[in-house]
């Protein structure tokens, strides 16, 4: 087994494979960034168009050849494949071209591994690494030798000692076992976290609650530190940071707003992460709101967008309110491609969140979406009561008010989202006049 799938300082050759019929991007830019997030430096690319999967090399023996005389000609140290591999075409492709081999999802969940920070992004980190190398051990192993028990009367038999002796088991099977068993405990220590991070989300359904989700370095944390002033990091590089944040944000009087960032997304983001990062993901899942936060600068747009529009179907979130908005509108240098995406995405909301361009009118309609339309409503309630009439100046536009002996009777403008908190407040009389 590989130690280490570190690609850290080494010389990348990158190759993609395309089956004909399949909607595939048309370069290797993704890749590209994901191995110099990786901190490889990519010295050569390497496409090809298949008819077939080749079952030992995925492409092609000749293709394999011409990859291995690169390998040589280059100096590589890693050839990384945008495709996703069978342990037994890593290990034939090793063979012939005398350099390491990596997949897509092992590049991710390297990535991943580098960037954790927090015990439980490193337990999701382990546990999805695990879940991917499990099914794997058969071909990845060159020990697979038996371990015999001393009274075999073997060389390898010799070896062994009292407590060993017995029909011996393959070094498969111990491994499998012991990697089973590191799953099982990594799940149940999950849980735990998991179980306290679902009350701690829970706990703030009084709260409307919008989420940042979207392309990986699309500018999701930019914008909630534009929003909320959280001081997440930034950087210019693919899954700068993987532990969710949540800010209170207030963007009117009266108006308190949960807003969660997300773990970023990417194409054929491999299904072991989004199962171990699904307690993470539940911010999305409970959300009021979701902002999809788009790179309109970037060339590959649209099949961004349908990327994260198909991650969050996976994860339950397919029939969520979502707010697209177009981020890094002071980048672009063609507004023609950015006139057309407007176009077929009439409600989405401009904004450039580095210069704060758009800020404004994307608070207005976060707003509205937290009002839910509004309502005029006539409030009657006693004079005692005043968390009615608390409420009622942090969270509307009074109107009018009339003061009786026994009761005080308010016109007020307001969200209609808000009702249930009203009614929670027992007012004696409430009248809806308009809306």
């Known amino acids: 087994m590989r130690q280490t799938l570190r690609v850290r300082k ?37 496409q090809q168009k298949i008819r077939k999967i080749n079952p030992s090399t995925y492409i092609g023996k000749g ?84 371990v015999a028990g001393a009274g075999g009367g073997t060389a390898a038999g010799a070896v062994g000692g009292i407590g060993t002796r017995g029909p011996g088991e393959q070094q498969l099977e111990i ?30 359904k009084d709260f409307f609650q919008v989420c940042i989700v979207g392309y990986t370095n699309a500018g999701k944390s930019t914008l909630l530190n534009a929003l909320t002033d959280a001081g997440t990091l930034v950087e210019d590089r693919l899954f700068a940071t993987l532990d969710t944040k949540t800010r209170k944000w207030t963007p009117s009087r009266g108006v308190e707003i949960l807003l969660s960032d997300t773990v970023g997304f990417v194409r054929n983001l491999p299904h072991q992460l989004v199962e171990s990062f699904k307690a993470t993901l539940e911010e999305a899942v409970n959300a009021d709101l979701l902002l999809h936060v788009v790179d309109v600068a970037n060339p590959e747009v649209m099949n961004q967008i349908e990327s994260v529009t198909k991650v969050l179907s996976e994860i339950g979130c397919g029939a969520k309110p979502v707010l697209e908005v177009f981020n890094k509108v002071d980048a672009l240098k ?21 210069t704060g361009l758009g800020v404004d009118e994307l608070c207005r ?45 308010i016109d007020v403008r307001m969200g209609q989202n808000q009702l249930p908190d009203l009614e929670r407040l027992h007012p004696d009389r409430l009248e809806i006049m308009q809306g």
């Open 63 to 146: 293709k394999v050849l011409q990859l291995a005389d690169r390998v040589r000609r280059f100096k590589a140290d890693v050839v990384i494949f945008d495709n996703d591999l069978s342990p037994a075409q890593i290990r034939e492709l090793e063979t012939m071209a005398q350099v390491k081999v990596l997949d897509r999802s092992e590049l991710i969940l390297d990535i991943f591994a580098t960037r954790a920070q927090t015990k439980q992004a490193k337990l999701q980190v382990e546990l999805a690494q695990l879940e991917y190398t499990y099914p794997r051990l058969a071909r990845m192993w060159s020990h697979l030798d038996t």
């Open 175 to 204: 491994d499998r076992r012991l990697v089973s068993k590191r799953i099982s405990e990594l799940k149940h220590e999950l849980e735990g976290i998991d179980l306290r991070k679902l009350r701690e989300i829970k706990s703030r």
């Open 365 to 409: 309609r976060v707003i509205q979406s937290y009002k839910g339309g509004e309502v005029v409503l006539r409030v009657t309630s006693g004079h005692a009561n005043g968390k009615v009439q608390s409420f009622l100046r942090a969270h509307g536009d009074i109107l009018s008010e009339q003061y009786g002996d026994s009761a005080v009777v």
């Open 10 to 46: 080494e010389r990348a050759i990158l190759v993609a494979a395309a089956l004909p019929g399949l909607n595939g991007w048309d370069d290797l830019a993704e890749l590209t960034a994901l191995a110099e997030s990786a901190g490889a430096v990519v010295v050569d690319r390497f």
């Open 334 to 354: 063609d507004v023609g491609p950015f006139e057309m995406l407007q176009t077929l995405h009439p409600e989405a909301v401009a904004v450039s969140a580095r």
